[in-house]
């Protein structure tokens, strides 16, 4: 499977899902889908939150500063998908951008100490991701499910 056939549609409609659920509440954070496949790690998480939030939203008046300011006060609720689409798989694992990325979504905190990130990846895809997904805070919650697009909640 493809990564259009799989965990793009998923994430899409999680966003589409969280944004209009009945229970949302209003000062909510904003979920905003982005791709991994183009990042590099070297910037860190913010920055490129910053970069796809303006490049999704700026023909909607969404200015870099605007940008900066939501993903500052941890405004938005990122859906970060294609981490199993950043390398090849015969890089080593040292260089892979997958393991530098983890460990910036690890280090991604809010002054409370907590930063919800929802992120995508096909189970193969996971599979191929060496054994770095290193928690620094106890509190970070991780789950895995083998959800497909039909079984999303609308």
């Not at 209009?20 to 209003?26: G, K, L, S, T």
């Not at 590099?40 to 969404?62: C, K, M, Y």
């Amino acid at each position: 499977m493809s990564a259009t056939q799989g965990e793009a549609p998923l994430a899409i409609e999680l966003v589409l899902g969280l944004l209009i659920h009945p229970d949302r509440i209003p000062n909510e954070r904003v979920p905003v889908r982005c791709s991994l496949a183009g990042w590099d790690p070297a910037l860190s998480l913010q920055t490129f939150l910053v970069e796809q939030i303006h490049e999704q939203f700026r023909s909607q008046g969404i200015t870099r500063r605007d940008a900066q300011h939501l993903v500052d006060r941890h405004q938005v609720l990122p859906v970060l998908d294609g981490l199993d689409e950043m390398d090849v798989a015969t890089a080593p694992a040292a260089r892979r951008r997958a393991v530098r990325a983890l460990k910036q979504l690890n280090a991604y905190q809010a002054p409370t100490g907590s930063a919800p990130v929802i992120l995508t990846l096909s189970c193969s895809g996971f599979r191929g991701v060496p054994d770095v997904w290193v928690c620094y805070d106890p509190g970070v919650r991780r789950t895995t499910s083998n959800a497909s697009t039909t079984q999303v909640p609308r």
